[in-house]
């Protein structure tokens, strides 16, 4: 590692603002600069999403810390900056306002962009930053209706705030059932009940030929009217990465299990890492708060380690995400899209726990309006992973 220089973290969000703020609290007192391009100081990106029409997301409320709290901290903050390349045997990073910076350790938390499929054209809205939320809001405000593009978490999420503020709303989602990859059957019914039982219209099965700003059209030649939102997933930023000759794959850039990437000194986490699942060994994307919190915590507890000369902790995930939808609070943990269902309490009721299990062994949970139950279950899951990986 470079003597005198300090740790270099690209990328202020969740995972990037936590892991500068956890190498101060376990003891590093050297330089932390913390490099965001977006110009507000960093914030939940969930604000963005859970309820876009009706939260406030003014920067002081979504704020991750108090805008003072980095200066508190020493911890160099450098909004509206990006890092243009990595020179990893120099140890240095060249930044858009033409700096460079030396580092002992380098995190990388750039974070992921809106997939853009080729049909979508370049004016659908999507929801990554601030600005997005924003125009979002505006314009399905104006309109009173929406059409999204997407039946997952985040298409939900906001199909779900505008239909409760009465709003009409259309999902289009491609494949026959809600959630289809991340809960099973009975589950992804539930959820289209929910829905449709406060008016909104479901297009399940429908693949989307072209959607505008204004318009989608579906292969069987039905239009659905706008404002359109697309939700259709996330791709990984690996770009910064990549041009170093640092390997990545597909979910993203390629860490070990202290999230220690192929460039000595270089680290990643968040939505841009792609850690080992834990049932398949294979690299795995991210996409949740809850991920890139634990992600963030747990590489600058690896880095503080390194730069001590001891052994970082390996790192194991259980997945977890968590959404509330018309008031129900929704949990997922594990692996829950496939597998022996067994189903405890009423999902009609809006009070149940959902186990999935493989072989005899809880792999997956989704509990409603059950939060307790989601922790227990997760510990459970990481018992039994413990036992048998």
């Known amino acids: 590692m470079t003597a005198g220089a300090g740790v270099v973290i690209v990328g202020g969000g969740t995972a990037g603002a936590t892991a500068a703020v956890t190498l101060r609290s376990g003891g590093y007192d050297g330089p932390v600069t913390l490099i965001a391009a977006e110009p507000e100081h960093p914030y939940r990106r969930t604000a963005l999403t859970k309820d876009l029409l009706a939260a406030d997301l003014s920067p002081e409320k979504i704020a991750l810390q108090?805008?003072?709290?980095?200066?508190?901290?020493?911890?160099?903050?450098?909004?509206?900056?990006?890092?243009?390349?990595i020179d990893t045997d120099g140890h240095t990073v060249t930044c858009s306002d033409g700096r460079d910076l030396s580092y002992r350790a380098l995190i990388l938390a750039t974070g992921g962009s809106a997939a853009r499929p080729g049909w979508l054209g370049p004016d659908v809205a999507t929801i990554r930053t601030l600005d997005e939320a924003l125009d979002v809001r505006?314009?399905?405000?104006?309109?009173?209706r929406v059409a999204v593009v997407g039946g997952g978490l985040i298409g939900l999420e906001l199909a779900a705030s505008a239909a409760a503020r009465g709003l009409d709303v259309d999902v289009i989602e491609a494949a026959d059932r809600l959630l289809g990859r991340v809960v099973p059957v009975s589950v992804s019914e539930w959820f289209a009940d929910l829905h449709r039982s406060n008016g909104v219209t479901l297009h399940l099965d429908s693949a989307v030929t072209s959607a505008t700003a204004d318009e989608v059209v579906l292969a069987d030649g039905s239009r659905i009217v706008g404002p359109v939102v697309a939700a259709v997933g996330m791709t990984p930023d690996v770009a910064l990465a990549a041009a170093a000759g640092i390997e990545t794959a597909r979910a993203g850039i390629v860490v070990d299990d202290t999230f220690a990437t192929?460039?000595?000194?270089?680290?990643?986490?968040?939505?841009?890492?792609?850690?080992a699942d834990l049932l398949t060994g294979q690299p795995s994307a991210g996409g949740h708060w809850f991920g890139a919190t634990d992600q963030g915590k747990a590489v600058a507890t690896a880095v503080l380690a390194a730069l001590t000369g001891e052994q970082a902790p390996s790192f194991r995930d259980v997945p977890r995400a968590w959404t509330i939808q018309y008031g129900v609070n929704i949990q997922t943990v594990g692996w829950p899209a496939g597998g022996d269902v067994e189903i405890d309490g009423s999902l009609a009721e809006n009070d149940a726990t959902v186990r999935v299990s493989k072989d005899g062994r809880l792999v997956g949970a989704v509990t409603v309006g059950r939060a307790a139950a989601a922790r227990a279950c997760r510990a459970e899951i990481d018992a039994a992973l413990g036992s048998t990986v």
């Open 66 to 85: 108090k805008p003072q709290s980095w200066t508190e901290r020493d911890i160099d903050l450098r909004s509206g900056v990006t890092v243009t390349s």
């Open 138 to 144: 505006r314009s399905v405000e104006e309109a009173a």
């Open 262 to 275: 192929s460039a000595s000194d270089v680290y990643a986490a968040g939505d841009a890492a792609a850690p």
